[in-house]
């Protein structure tokens, strides 16, 4: 997979931790950047260790399913897609009353916003692919979304939250067509 891919992939995983991250900024206008940090190196290190995890799951089975490996890829990114887009649409904010700060809610954050990582991560053992240099993006992209939406949240309006994960869904389904069609067509 080419690292443009990756960087996109990594974008669209990111903007549910965006939107996360901007109900953060939402609610807490004095946060700080330390605190800031805190938060945004904890879901960058759950983002990137899910699709290392679901890499080593699918690499061990992958030899049954190297036939249709592209309909396994298309298909995960597909369904996270339509998650996030359905999410956008019609989810509602339940973490008013979290503080991010407290561990065990850091905790929770970090791996609900990263599970859709885990499965793409599945997905990245069907494609030829560097999964040190996938989940270094994925990192350094989501740190750096997570810091800027806190900074948005403490600006703006909380619709920008489900604007961005509505698009990462779009930006998810897009790779995935994009790998069924470079299998498919010649």
Request: glycine content about 10%.
């Amino acid at each position: 997979m080419d690292t443009l891919s990756l960087f996109l992939i990594a974008i669209g995983l990111s903007f549910d931790t965006f939107a996360v991250s901007v109900s953060n900024g939402l609610k807490d206008k004095e946060l700080s950047f330390v605190n800031a940090f805190k938060i945004a190196f904890s879901l960058a290190l759950f983002q990137s260790l899910m699709p290392v995890m679901g890499w080593l799951f699918g690499s061990t089975i992958k030899t049954y399913f190297e036939a249709i490996d592209h309909w396994i890829a298309f298909s995960l990114l597909l369904l996270i897609g339509l998650k996030m887009i359905y999410d956008g649409l019609f989810s509602k904010s339940e973490n008013k009353n979290l503080n991010p700060l407290h561990l065990p809610t850091l905790l929770m954050l970090s791996l609900a916003t990263s599970i859709d990582a885990l499965v793409v991560g599945f997905g990245f053992a069907f494609l030829e692919i560097n999964i040190v240099a996938a989940a270094l993006i994925i990192a350094f992209t989501t740190g750096i979304v997570a810091m800027l939406g806190m900074l948005f949240g403490k600006k703006i309006s909380g619709a920008v939250g489900n604007f961005a994960e509505i698009l990462g869904g779009i930006i998810l389904i897009g790779i995935g067509v994009r790998i069924l069609l470079m299998h498919i067509l010649p």
